[in-house]
């Protein structure tokens, strides 16, 4: 079983709109769209996009459809301040998924990823996305960190300036 994490993109001031409806920055949703041909590269493709219900998730999981990924599922389970526990649940409603997406938040993501691999920390920054790989059933320590991207591996400004 492969988990893919993907942490919503860049998002606006919490000052100015409720934490739930802050949505992605013009150059959030920017860099999150120059990762499309890397994603496209990494052969993303998801059974099941799992996503935060907040705007700025949704609007992440609407460019990695627009990437050619798959239409996503709200999840109230995957609101900030969730756990392993919840995502496990999330994911088990859909037991046919063998690769699964999980488009979320911080800390949620890190600590996931931290208790599936064992890893000693994990850092999920704004647009990062993350690939932890199973032999079986995914549980704490059971799975590999097969690629970890952050990045700036596609929001340096694309005229090199």
Not at 50 to 61: E, F, H
Not at 127 to 146: H, K, N, Q, R, T
Request: hydrophobic share 40%.
């Amino acid at each position: 079983m492969i988990l893919y994490f993907l942490r919503h993109g860049e998002a606006g001031s919490q000052r100015r709109a409720g934490d739930d409806a802050r949505e992605l920055t013009e150059p959030g949703a920017a860099a999150l769209r120059r990762a499309a041909p890397l994603w496209r590269r990494l052969n993303l493709r998801p059974d099941l996009v799992l996503c935060s219900p907040l705007r700025r998730a949704v609007q992440t999981a609407e460019i990695f459809r627009e990437s050619g990924g798959v239409t996503h599922t709200i999840d109230e389970a995957l609101r900030p301040g969730a756990s392993w526990a919840n995502f496990g649940r999330a994911m088990a409603a859909h037991p046919e998924a063998r690769r699964v997406m999980f488009i979320g938040h911080e800390p949620d993501l890190s600590s996931a990823v931290t208790a599936l691999t064992g890893a000693a920390s994990v850092r999920m920054r704004t647009g990062g996305l993350a690939c932890v790989e199973f032999y079986g059933v995914p549980e704490p320590s059971g799975g590999e960190i097969a690629w970890l991207l952050d990045p700036d591996l596609y929001t340096d400004d694309p005229e090199g300036e």
